[in-house]
């Protein structure tokens, strides 16, 4: 266990409250579940992304910037033209799809002849099956454990993990085992993830720095979603609160950057960052969604003070990369 840790913090009550507020007691007794699995597929069945800060436009395109060059062009397109220009017929495996908004990025770059998803939460494939529909894309889905599946050796080009593996215990073991074996000689692995402390055990300088930023705010780019309330501090979030909601968020994720080094050729990594404006930001995006100069401003600020933060730190808190299999053992 590393030295910053939390079993329990104040942050834990007020996040309970506030849900409480928001959806009612009744819906979050509904999440109560015995076995761990249970709790983590209930917990995507009804997850919905509104106030996290990912949702924010000149964020996304900070990190566009960053992995591409060009704040409007996203990895997937970024990497068929730079690792799959001129193939054709190739499969992709999405490992922890979600709702598949990444799978039909890549369909859409017209080199996939076959793409698979897999993810755990019925819901969220139900979701996929239907936007894949939507949008006239054809997409095979599964649920279910990914590593319970079947999945022939040596079958795909491109294995995708978006904000998925920091989800697997023993990444190593995953990686090395369940990953690796899928991957054709040539084949690439992508990887876009969350890299930080595991189970979220922000280190002090973390918190500081997000607190700081965060008295500076304006009050109402400080209000939650409620429209009542305001983040008046952020909390390392308490271990006990997260294996109840989800017990496989962060599990391993300070494995990650080691074990790909360590069991992949690096083609490229980048730093994404996210050390502060992950948690500053959590409740509070909504507010900066507009287009208003103030709101522009004070997020370009954030973004700076956060690659500023990375760079003395020297520790990134997510990546984007792409590997490529070393010789299998």
Not at 124 to 139: L, T
Not at 240 to 261: H, Q
Not at 276 to 285: D, E, S, T, Y
Request: charged fraction near 25%; glycine fraction near 4%; hydrophobic fraction near 35%.
């Amino acid at each position: 266990m590393q030295k910053n840790t939390t079993y329990i913090s104040v942050g834990d009550f007020l996040d309970v409250y506030h849900k409480i507020r928001e959806k009612g007691l009744r819906y979050l007794m509904s999440k109560v579940k015995l076995l761990p699995t249970a709790r983590i597929e209930s917990k995507w069945d009804s997850y919905a992304s509104t106030s996290d800060f990912w949702l924010i436009p000149a964020i996304q395109h900070s990190w566009n910037k960053m992995i591409s060059g060009h704040p409007e062009m996203e990895y997937e397109e970024y990497v068929a033209q730079k690792y799959l220009s001129n193939k054709r017929n190739l499969k992709l495996l999405s490992i922890g799809c979600g709702e598949g908004s990444h799978d039909r990025n890549f369909a859409k770059q017209g080199c996939f002849s076959l793409i698979d998803g897999i993810d755990i939460s019925p819901e969220s494939i139900k979701n996929a099956v239907q936007s894949a529909k939507e949008n006239n894309v054809d997409i095979n889905y599964f649920q279910g454990d990914f590593k319970k599946m079947k999945l022939n050796s040596n079958s795909y080009d491109v294995i995708l993990f978006s904000s998925s593996l920091h989800h697997f215990k023993d990444v190593e073991a995953t990686l090395q085992h369940d990953v690796k074996p899928l991957l054709k000689p040539d084949g690439i692995l992508v990887i876009y993830e969350f890299t930080g402390p595991n189970r979220l055990q922000w280190t002090k300088e973390q918190l500081d720095k997000a607190n700081e930023l965060l008295r500076n705010l304006p009050l109402k780019f400080k209000m939650l979603s409620d429209k009542s309330s305001v983040k008046k501090k952020v909390y390392r979030p308490g271990l006990l609160r997260m294996l109840l909601v989800d017990p496989s968020e962060a599990i391993d994720s300070e494995s990650i950057v080691p074990s790909l080094n360590k069991h992949f050729k690096v083609l490229e990594q980048t730093d994404l960052g996210w050390n502060i404006l992950h948690i500053l930001l959590k409740g509070i995006a909504q507010n900066f969604l507009n287009e208003e100069p103030e709101t522009k401003k004070i997020i370009d600020f954030l973004i700076a003070e956060e690659a500023d933060f990375v760079k003395k730190q020297l520790k990134s808190d997510a990546i984007f990369g792409v590997y490529q299999n070393k010789n299998l053992l």
